[in-house]
């Protein structure tokens, strides 16, 4: 090899391991938060303020389990079915709604089509924290506060997953499929229904992700709506019982076997449905 070819490639190598350090550093960051949690939770209180979690003494896990779910008569069940409800079938409506909004944006022509969808836009950038005092006053004119749909339908409407589903309609579904349906004689519902959506799976699959993983970790808009501790979401139920453990420390233990199983739904969700939403996540890269 040349002097020539040794300069060329030492600045190649010094770029990969660079790339190859940052990465293990992000691995790092994103793990031991997560190995923590795995090794808290087979602890007992006096192990937890000993710091001694590399132990293999002190072992409760079952017993941080049996606690968990007896505490407070049973509550944290009632949480879990709760956010269970607000996230999958939320999650699934809130993208059936999106994905079909995207697709009449893109294959439909109406009036002010894209100022309308400039608001939708606009409407991502809007935080949500700011949203739940308007909604909680809607909710309250509705008569909904403090009940499951206060929390639930405001999750229904998401902008981000009407501009996912616009980029999924570009992408995946051909203009020219869609007039082969309606000279067969379909309907536009039909068309949309049996053409269309089938067309949009993988771009369903990935807004639906999005939205279970953003209502899972919904916190402020059920802080703000919900008083009845058994209409709280797992994230509300388990803050609670976090404020609780400064005075009473026996909530310690299990508001991290809490935390622990809180997160086990989202990453089967991710497991089982990331071959689609890879997928989904190309849409339109490749013509």
């Given amino acids: 090899m040349s002097a020539t070819d040794s300069t060329l490639l030492r600045p190649k190598l010094l770029g990969r391991a660079t790339v190859n350090v940052v990465v293990a550093v992000s691995v790092l960051y994103t793990l031991l ?60 409506v809130g993208a059936l709604v999106s994905v079909a909004c995207g697709y009449a944006f893109d294959k439909y022509r109406f009036r002010h ?65 869609l007039e082969a349906a309606r000279v067969d004689g379909a309907g536009e519902l039909t068309t949309y229904a049996r053409v269309a ?21 919904n916190f402020f808009l059920p802080m703000v709506m919900l008083s009845d501790q058994d209409l709280y979401p797992v994230s509300l139920g388990l803050y609670q019982w976090n404020s609780s453990a400064s005075v009473s420390p026996e909530y310690y233990p299990v508001v991290i076997m809490g935390s622990l199983l809180a997160v086990l739904p989202l990453i089967l969700a991710f497991v089982l449905l990331q071959r689609f939403w890879r997928s989904g996540l190309t849409a339109g890269a490749v013509k």
């Fill in 33 to 92: 938060p997560v190995l923590w949690l795995v090794l808290a939770s087979t602890k007992n209180r006096d192990a937890l303020f000993s710091s001694d979690l590399l132990s293999l003494s002190d072992f409760s896990l079952l017993q941080n389990l049996k606690d968990l779910f007896a505490m407070d008569g049973g509550l944290y069940g009632r949480w879990y079915v709760n956010s269970l409800l607000y996230a999958v079938i939320g999650a699934a």
């Fill in 113 to 177: 089509k894209e100022k309308l969808f400039g608001l939708v836009l606009a409407a991502v950038m809007v935080p949500q924290t700011v949203l739940a005092l308007p909604l909680y006053l809607m909710a309250s004119e509705a008569g909904l506060v403090n009940t499951f749909w206060a929390v639930f339908i405001p999750v229904l409407f998401n902008p981000f997953g009407v501009y996912l589903g616009r980029i999924f309609a570009r992408g995946y579904v051909p203009d020219e499929v």
């Fill in 197 to 217: 959506l089938r067309m949009l799976g993988p771009g369903l699959i990935t807004v639906f992700l999005f939205q279970l993983t953003a209502i899972w970790n």
